[in-house]
C-alpha cells in the first residue's frame, strides 16, 4: 500500500482527483473524510492543506504528493519532484497599486512587501540587489496595499481576477509552477515499483490529452 495526499480544497484538488480517477484508479470521496483507500490499486489517499504536503512527503508520513511547485520550493524541499504534471499552471507575481508609477524592480527598494512566499521571493529580490521589508502573511495577501498594509504585494496569479478586483496589477513574474508529483527519497523497493506504476499511468494519461 502506498499513500499519496492532495489538497483537501483549493486550486489544485479537482484536477489532482481526476488525474487519479483517469489513471484508472477507482475510490469513494466524500468532502468530510480526509482518507479513503482506492478500490483497484494499493493506493491510500489522504486530503490535506497543500502547504502542508512537502514536509509530509519529506518525513514519510506520506509516501507521495500532489503539490504546486510554488509549494514546494517555498517548503525547501524541490528534490522531492518527481514528475511534472502539466495542470494547475500558474506564475508567483510581484503587484502593486494600478496608480503607482513603476519603472523596474529597483523602485522597490525599502518597500514594504506582503507575501505568502517569502522565501522564494527574498532570494529573487536578493538576486536583483533589492533590499524591502517583507511581511509573512497566509492569505487575502491582495487586500494588503488597498488598506495600507504594504506598498507591494507578491502572490500566486492564475487568471489575474484577483488582482483585477483588488486594484492592482502585474509588475514583474518571479516565478513559474505548475503540478508535480513528489515523493519521499526512502521509499522501500515494493513501493518504488507502485509509484514507477503509478508515473507510467500518468505519463500515458497526458499523451491521451494531448
Ligand atoms: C491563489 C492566490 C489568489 C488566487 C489567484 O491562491 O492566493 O488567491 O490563487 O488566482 P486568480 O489569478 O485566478 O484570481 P491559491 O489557489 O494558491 O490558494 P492558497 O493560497 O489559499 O493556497
Ligand atoms: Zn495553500
Ligand atoms: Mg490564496
Do not use: W
Request: aromatic fraction near 6%; proline fraction near 2%.
Amino acid at each position: 500500500m502506498i499513500r499519496l495526499a492532495i489538497q483537501k480544497s483549493g486550486r489544485l484538488s479537482e484536477d489532482s482527483l481526476n488525474l487519479i480517477r483517469e489513471c484508472g484508479i477507482s475510490f469513494l470521496s466524500s468532502s468530510y473524510k480526509l482518507k479513503t483507500e482506492a478500490t483497484n490499486f494499493p493506493l491510500e489517499i489522504l486530503f490535506l492543506r497543500d502547504d502542508d504536503i512537502p514536509g509530509y512527503v519529506q518525513d514519510g508520513v506520506a509516501d507521495l504528493g500532489i503539490v504546486g511547485q510554488n509549494v514546494l520550493v517555498e517548503a525547501g524541499f524541490p528534490d522531492l519532484e518527481v514528475e511534472k504534471l502539466g495542470f494547475s499552471k500558474c506564475r508567483l507575481s510581484l503587484a502593486i497599486l494600478r496608480s503607482e508609477a513603476y519603472n523596474s524592480v529597483a523602485d522597490l527598494q525599502g518597500k514594504n512587501i506582503a507575501t505568502s512566499y517569502p522565501q522564494i521571493l527574498g532570494r529573487y529580490l536578493a538576486g536583483e540587489g533589492v533590499q524591502a521589508n517583507l511581511h509573512t502573511i497566509s492569505g487575502s495577501v491582495e487586500i494588503a496595499p488597498s488598506i495600507g498594509l504594504a506598498d507591494a504585494i507578491c502572490d500566486i496569479v492564475s487568471s489575474g481576477s484577483t488582482l483585477l478586483g483588488n486594484g492592482l496589477r502585474e509588475v514583474e513574474t518571479v516565478f513559474r509552477s505548475e503540478a508535480v508529483l513528489i515523493a519521499n527519497q526512502q521509499l522501500t523497493a515494493e513501493k518504488q515499483e507502485l509509484l514507477e506504476q503509478l508515473q507510467f499511468r500518468m505519463q500515458s494519461v497526458r499523451r491521451a490529452r494531448r
